[in-house]
């Protein structure tokens, strides 16, 4: 089975501009993998920000964007504002199973 | 407004039985394919299955680790999927999601989660 991996965590200055990356096991993610991102704050149900490479809901802040980014896939935020803490999920399409990342715990400080 | 509220979470002994309800509204619900997804104590997101909706033929997949354990199911007419889940282990205890399809990807729209404790 593929395994997706994400930084476990990461650290941004409000204001600031964090990327968060999504690798696979098997090669370069391409946009036929649909990446797709998910905001989980702690006590939260989890929410879609993001779906095949870079579309954004009618509900994702613009600071949003999704890409692919040197054989991964990417979520940038940028003005980060404090209620972005929170963790992030990736999810790449391989047929079945789907496989999300393990998450990248993003601290705003 | 797409609304996902899941029931029925509780906590249940290993070798326990359980099902979890998900009552989706803002949606025309027999378009939509269905998913649950868990989260265990500190760990991340997984998928644990899906059932399409009927016009694609209402079929179900699993994941490995409740496939033969675990059954989804839907009704239309109530606008509600089911998690059957049988033979529960310890490592079965998460917090359950229902994710909704509406077109785009199988997780657009989230519930708020129901949890399961299985625990002697």
């Known amino acids: 089975q593929t395994v997706v991996t994400q930084e476990p965590s990461l650290t941004v200055s409000p204001g600031g501009t964090v990327t968060l990356t999504c690798a696979s096991s098997t090669g370069a993610v391409t946009s036929g993998n649909f990446p797709g991102w998910f905001q989980k704050r702690p006590g939260q149900a989890p929410r879609s920000l993001i779906y095949s490479t870079s579309n954004k809901y009618s509900w994702t802040p613009a600071r949003f964007s999704g890409s692919l980014l040197g054989g991964s896939a990417a979520l940038t935020l940028s003005g980060v504002q404090p209620e972005d803490e929170a963790e992030y999920y990736c999810?790449?399409?391989?047929?079945?199973?789907?496989?999300f990342g393990g998450g990248t715990k993003l601290a705003v400080l | 407004e797409v609304q996902l509220v899941e029931s029925g979470g509780d906590l249940v002994k290993p070798g326990g039985s359980l099902r979890v309800s998900c009552v989706a509204s803002g949606f025309t619900f027999n378009n939509a394919w269905m998913s649950w997804v868990r989260q265990a104590p500190g760990k991340g997101l997984e998928w644990v299955g899906r059932i399409k909706r009927k016009n694609d033929g209402g079929t179900t997949d699993y994941a490995a680790p409740v496939k033969g354990r675990f059954t989804i199911s839907r009704d239309d007419s109530k606008n509600t999927v089911y998690l059957q889940m049988n033979s529960l282990k310890t490592e079965d205890t998460a917090v359950y999601y229902c994710?909704?399809?509406?077109?785009?990807?199988?997780?657009?729209?989230w519930g708020q989660g129901t949890l399961v404790i299985v625990s002697s």
């Open positions: 999810l790449l399409y391989y047929g079945l199973p789907r496989v």
């Open positions: 994710t909704l399809g509406a077109g785009t990807t199988d997780f657009d729209y």
